[in-house]
């Protein structure tokens, strides 16, 4: 006999997808859908947790679950775009705000440098950036550039593409790069800058960028709302 839990599972899924809620729209109250399941508030948050890592909802502290688009955007892991070609192959609507663009002072540079990997003879530059779609800003880019490699950027360059400018204005060829992908609590800097909207957690992808000749002149941050997005890889099997 199949569990209550997944029954209860099962009859949620088969309401959302005849869109008794629409996409944005809070599900009852776990003791709401207790006393109508006739079930313990454990057996609701079992059903509940099994629509979520499913893509059904978003738990929103404070708020409760709310139902969310299941065909979020499909961000490729694996691969080197930019985030405005990106945009262009995704048909988003979207626009990129620049909050900070400088080089760093040697005292700022600490935790910038151990990744980027430079000394304190070397410039770096900071970039900070929001990605707003259809209105809401939902990405944070956080990117640090070695001078080096990287000698002159502008807020025009920032807002529109700073891989274009690389390799179309310096003439250097982007190789390959190393990513972490990490679920974290949201900061400071993410609530002022991001349209949190109650999520309690951002999903973070940091990258090691380097040249073709192996130069590591990038390192990046970028935060993402997680209801936006799901990240996508390509993956075969190779035999030894």
């Known amino acids: 006999m199949q569990k209550k839990y997944l029954i209860i599972y099962n009859d949620l899924v088969r309401k959302i997808q005849e869109s008794g809620w629409a996409i944005g729209n809070l599900l009852p109250s776990e ?22 890592q499913n893509g059904y909802i978003q738990k929103i502290q404070g708020k ?4 969310i688009d299941r065909n979020k955007l499909s961000f490729p892991v694996s691969g080197i775009q930019s985030y405005s070609e990106l945009a262009e192959k995704l048909n988003l609507n979207s626009r990129t705000i620049v909050h900070t663009l400088k080089r760093l002072k040697p005292e700022d540079q600490r935790e910038s440098a151990k990744f980027l990997k430079t000394d304190p003879t070397e410039s770096i530059w900071n970039v900070i ?8 800003k939902v990405i944070l880019d956080k990117d640090y550039f070695n001078e080096t490699y990287v000698p ?32 974290e609590t949201p900061t400071k800097e993410d609530h002022e800058l991001l349209d949190l909207e109650g999520f309690t957690n951002v999903v973070v992808i940091r990258s090691q960028v380097h040249l073709e000749d192996t130069n590591l002149f990038q390192f990046t941050e970028s935060r993402h709302r997680p209801d936006k997005f799901r990240f996508v890889d390509f993956a075969r099997r190779v035999k030894d």
Not at 64 to 67: K, M, R, T
Not at 172 to 183: D, P, R, S
């Open 152 to 183: 002159m950027l502008s807020e025009e360059i920032c807002e529109t593409s700073i891989y274009n400018h690389i390799e179309k204005e310096l003439n250097l060829m982007i190789g390959f790069a190393k990513k972490e992908i990490v679920v």
């Open 64 to 67: 409760g679950s709310v139902v």
């Open 31 to 52: 003791n709401e859908l207790a006393r109508e399941y006739e079930a313990s508030r454990e057996t609701i948050r079992k059903a509940l947790d099994l629509l979520s």
């Open 129 to 136: 950036r929001t990605r707003e779609i259809d209105g809401e």
